[in-house]
């Protein structure tokens, strides 16, 4: 039995055939970075067409970047033009016909790939912290997916982590602005303008600074790297620390584009958490870097699947 899973990033489609195991059977990325709304949910309905064209599926999981209306269908999407309240539940199963879809955000599908086949099997209480180009966090609480009033839970980018508030934090919140895959070259192009100390990424352009390239300066020791590094470090130890007082969870699982090259700091974002955090609950809870990385929404976009077809049984 094969099902189709599809995680959509801001500049990505990854679709994938899994097996009812969780294993891969065939994986294909398309680009779809610049493209608008009604252009991206094209990409996605031919990728559909095309697959349902080589293989018998059962089902089919989407995962999608920003608000999964589960009541309506719609999806919220900041980074895709005209995806405020795209119907896309519509546009998907006018392709699918019969078979069953499911959509969810990517918080929700990076944690459910780890339960499933990563390192939060067995677990009820653990968070999936996603930092890539945006910031969010897949929580589960007593073996529930928290969703919220609105299916909005889990946007800790807008965490309000450090004061006077600032107009650029109204765009993609307080934590995400600093300590994000697009928040590192920000912090980086704040700190060279107000400082001269010398640096490698002064001979790349402000605008072509890009996350991966702080971080290699850092591997360089360039001194403006670390320092850069360093604040995101006290940036994500300052919000794991509250994701550990606020819900006492058993791990706290590190993935998304940036960890990745951020994973070696994981014990130092463990012991700046410690000086944060409630301390009972601090000793007991395991920081781990995620098990399936860059693929795990597309793992838990399969689980989604799965389980719409379970469920429609």
Same mark, same amino acid.
């Given at each position: ?109 990076? #944690? &459910? @790939?780890?339960?499933?086949? *990563?390192? $939060?099997?067995?677990?009820? =209480? ?126 706290? #699982? &590190? @993935?998304?584009?940036?960890? *990745?090259? $951020?994973?070696?700091?994981? =014990? ?46």
């Amino acid at each position: 039995m094969a099902v189709l899973a599809m995680d959509l990033g801001g500049t990505k489609l990854s679709s994938a055939i899994f097996s009812s195991l969780g294993e891969i059977v065939t994986k294909e990325v398309v680009p779809v970075n610049g493209m608008k709304g009604n252009e991206v949910a094209k990409v996605i309905t031919t990728a559909i067409q095309r697959q349902l064209a080589n293989h018998a599926i059962k089902s089919i999981g989407i995962s999608v970047p920003g608000i999964s209306r589960h009541k309506t269908g719609t999806v919220w999407a900041p980074n895709i033009e005209g995806w405020e309240d795209y119907p896309l539940a519509n546009e998907i199963q006018g392709v699918a016909g019969r078979i069953p879809v499911g959509i969810d955000d990517d918080r929700a599908c990076s #944690i &459910f @790939g780890e339960q499933w086949q *990563g390192h $939060a099997k067995g677990c009820k =209480d653990v968070v999936f912290l996603a930092i890539g180009t945006g910031i969010g966090a897949g929580i589960l609480s007593g073996g529930n997916l928290i969703r919220g009033s609105q299916d909005i839970a889990g946007a800790i980018g807008w965490w309000a982590l450090q004061k006077p508030f600032i107009a650029p934090y109204s765009n993609c919140g307080c934590f995400e602005y600093y300590a994000s895959g697009g928040g590192i070259p920000k912090l980086t192009n704040d700190f060279l303008q107000r400082d001269a100390t010398p640096s490698l990424l002064r001979n790349i352009h402000s605008a072509d600074i890009t996350a991966h390239q702080v971080f290699d300066s850092y591997d360089k020791g360039d001194r403006v790297a670390v320092m850069i590094i360093q604040e995101c470090i006290t940036f994500w130890g300052m919000s794991a620390a509250n994701l550990v007082s606020i819900l006492n969870p058993e791990k706290i #699982i &590190f @993935g998304g584009g940036v960890f *990745g090259p $951020a994973s070696r700091f994981i =014990d130092a974002i463990k012991a700046e958490a410690t000086k944060w955090a409630q301390p009972v609950s601090m000793r007991q809870v395991s920081f781990e870097r995620s098990a399936l990385g860059p693929d795990a929404a597309l793992f838990g976009a399969a689980n989604v699947a799965l389980s719409k077809l379970n469920n429609n049984a």
